[in-house]
């Protein structure tokens, strides 16, 4: 079997995901946000799963659309938690880039997907 990237990184981010709501939980007390992220983190790599296996082309583009937009609502709910200091620029910045990553790799699959429907 070949290597899938974007399943193998949203797998990642994922766990780094998990990680960082049991760290929010445990040394931060904040269980609203951990859970809000969680939700959204973890949804991208799910929908992304769901995607290889699609039915069709457009269901394909259909869960790689709902993945991307898990991936911005990721964003906003790491940009939040950095801004309200349950997170340091370190860990923001890193895992931040990790989301980043997996929104740019997702546009790119979705715009081929577009393309090559036509």
Do not use: P
Not at 32 to 43: D, E, H, K, V
Not at 96 to 116: G, H, V
């Amino acid at each position: 079997m070949q290597n899938n990237i974007i399943l193998d990184k949203s797998f990642e981010f994922a766990v780094r995901i998990v990680n960082l709501k049991k760290y929010l939980i445990k040394f931060k007390n904040e269980r609203i946000m951990a859970n809000q992220l969680m939700r959204s983190g973890t949804s991208i790599g799910a929908n992304i799963t769901e995607a290889d296996q699609a039915q069709s082309k457009a269901d394909f583009i259909s869960k790689m659309g709902i993945a991307n937009k898990e991936a911005h609502e990721t964003r906003y709910w790491l940009k939040l938690l950095h801004k309200t200091d349950y997170i340091n620029d370190k860990e923001y910045s890193s895992i931040l880039e990790d989301c980043q990553e997996l929104i740019r790799i997702l546009q790119a699959i979705i715009k081929s997907a577009k393309s090559n429907n036509q």
